[in-house]
């Protein structure tokens, strides 16, 4: 069936550390991996997506990275700020044209 | 250019009532999803429109459906309505479709079923 887990559900890190956030896709087919950030009352904003026929992609702080053959992409936040804190959602192409979200990880950052 | 927009923002209806939600996409998008998100859960989808017709449903019972206008605006109706149907509503547009390109979502509408 066409799932997508994300991990973990909440993470707290300290400002300037790094965040990573994990998803694992069971569609082969997938090959459309975007990831959107919803601040708090706010709606889902598009940060960064990633394509099947690359396996990094970055933008200033954040980095993506995908594995096809494990079915697994992940989002790499580097030197974290107050304002990265929000929910994040993965996000998978399927093979029947639609796109599956993961659960969301709550990203807090504390001063 | 304007964003995408929904109405109402907010609404309270009481089990076994019906409720329309409307959304007017991006100029030039053709598609539009709509996605019902509740804590926990995530985003689930629910159906998205392409050119007038639905190209995709997602898993949810038949009291939920939608429609889309000639002018790309789209509206979803959820009838006899559960206390379990309490949450956001979003909705999104794109220029070709959810799995290809970025998804610009409107602000969404609360519903509250009582």
């Known amino acids: 069936g066409e799932n997508v887990e994300q991990h973990p559900s909440t993470l707290s890190v300290q400002e300037g550390d790094s965040a990573v956030i994990k998803c694992t896709y069971s569609?082969?087919?997938?090959?459309?991996f975007p990831w959107y950030k919803q601040e708090l009352g706010k709606r889902p904003q598009l940060i960064i997506d990633?394509?099947?026929?690359?396996g990094e992609k970055k933008d200033q702080r954040i980095a993506v990275t995908l594995n096809k053959t494990a079915k697994h992409f992940s989002l790499h936040i580097t030197e974290t700020q107050p304002e990265d804190s929000a929910v994040y959602f993965c996000?998978?192409?399927?093979?029947?044209?639609?796109?599956?979200f993961g659960q969301g990880t709550t990203l807090q950052v504390k001063p | 250019k304007a964003g995408v927009t929904q109405t109402p923002r907010y609404l309270i209806k009481t089990r076994g009532q019906q409720v329309t939600l409307s959304c007017s996409p991006i100029?030039?998008?053709?598609?539009v999803s709509w996605y019902q998100q509740t804590p926990g859960q995530g985003l689930q989808f629910l159906f998205e429109?392409?050119?007038?017709?639905?190209?995709n449903k997602g898993n949810f019972p038949g009291r939920f459906s939608g429609r889309q206008f000639s002018n790309s605006r789209s509206e979803m109706n959820v009838s006899t309505l559960e206390l379990g149907d309490s949450a956001l509503y979003l909705c999104?547009?794109?220029?070709?479709?959810?799995?290809?390109?970025?998804?610009?979502f409107g602000e969404g509408s609360r519903l509250t079923v009582l």
């Open positions: 429109y392409f050119s007038e017709t639905q190209r």
């Open positions: 996000a998978a192409s399927s093979n029947t044209g639609k796109l599956i």
């Open positions: 100029s030039g998008h053709r598609s």
């Open positions: 990633i394509r099947s026929n690359v």
């Open positions: 569609d082969s087919a997938s090959n459309y």
């Open positions: 999104a547009s794109s220029l070709e479709g959810a799995h290809t390109g970025e998804l610009f």
